[in-house]
């Protein structure tokens, strides 16, 4: 299984950072330099943006740059002779026992198309549990919106079919890949390592600068209050419903629900 890291040309002190974090497991990895969003020519921004995005708010630059890399490193899957690879950003930290997820394969169930690493800290809904390639992690089957793409990995199949999806920007990275209700989760088999084997680290984000900035400028053009009420009821009311049968009325899903054999819980990273 290779591994993956995304690093701008600029960010020598995180490429230093994260490669002792991969020298000190004992795992090499291949250096995917990183699209500067900030960099990137107005006309090409909107030529690469989805005419009909999903997406509510406007996209930083820098989260048109990590789509981009993101997708950059997603065709290196593509095109590997791996069954699997894995995908990190630069500002992670990896657990301990990193090394057994990250060495082969063995241990991934034959029906993943996704295995996410990291945690957002969000609730989450989890199908029951299978062990883990080392004591005391599991892995499951993750059932409901779980962002962050700061580690994961992706079958090669996977990878395929999630490449021809990523010629127009529609939403950052990880709503595209994770979220089941704008993203391509719902056609994905993703599942979620318990604990998570990586986790991202304090370090200053130019993409979530970014964010924050076009936030504010999306403010100014925000739809009026009752409008902004009623789509806030509308999400809750999604996520009531999703907590009893994920929007699905397939008969088998909906028994694993009622059956007791799921759970909702935040995924913990221990270093």
């Not at 900030?38 to 820098?62: T, V």
């Not at 991202?200 to 403010?219: F, G, I, N």
Request: aromatic residues 8%.
């Amino acid at each position: 299984m290779k591994c993956f890291v995304i690093n701008l040309d600029r960010s020598a002190e995180r490429l230093a950072r994260i490669g002792e974090e991969f020298n000190h497991i004992g795992v090499p990895f291949v250096r995917v330099p990183a699209v500067d969003g900030r960099l990137l020519p107005a006309d090409e921004i909107a030529a690469l943006k989805d005419p009909a995005p999903r997406w509510m708010f406007p996209l930083a630059a820098a989260e048109i740059g990590a789509f981009l890399s993101h997708r950059n490193c997603i065709r290196l899957a593509a095109e590997s002779d791996d069954d699997y690879a894995a995908i990190f950003e630069d500002d992670v930290t990896l657990a301990g026992n990193a090394v057994r997820f990250l060495k082969n394969g063995d241990w991934i169930p034959r029906d993943a198309d996704v295995v996410k690493l990291d945690t957002h800290g969000r609730q989450v809904l989890l199908d029951s549990f299978k062990p883990g390639p080392v004591e005391a992690s599991r892995i499951a089957r993750l059932r409901t919106t779980h962002y962050c793409t700061a580690g994961y990995i992706v079958s090669r199949a996977a990878a395929q079919r999630i490449l021809a999806r990523l010629d127009r920007i529609s939403a950052p990275i990880d709503v595209f890949i994770f979220d089941f209700d704008i993203g391509m989760a719902r056609d994905l088999t993703i599942y979620q390592t318990v604990p998570a084997i990586c986790g991202q680290v304090e370090l200053d984000s130019v993409q979530k600068a970014d964010r924050k900035q076009a936030r504010r400028v999306s403010d100014e053009c925000r739809p009026p209050y009752p409008v902004r009420t009623a789509r806030k009821i509308l999400r809750r009311a999604r996520r009531l419903l999703m907590r009893t049968t994920h929007y699905s009325l397939d008969p088998s899903k909906l028994w694993v629900t009622l059956s007791g054999k799921q759970s909702w819980m935040r995924v913990p990273f221990r270093k």
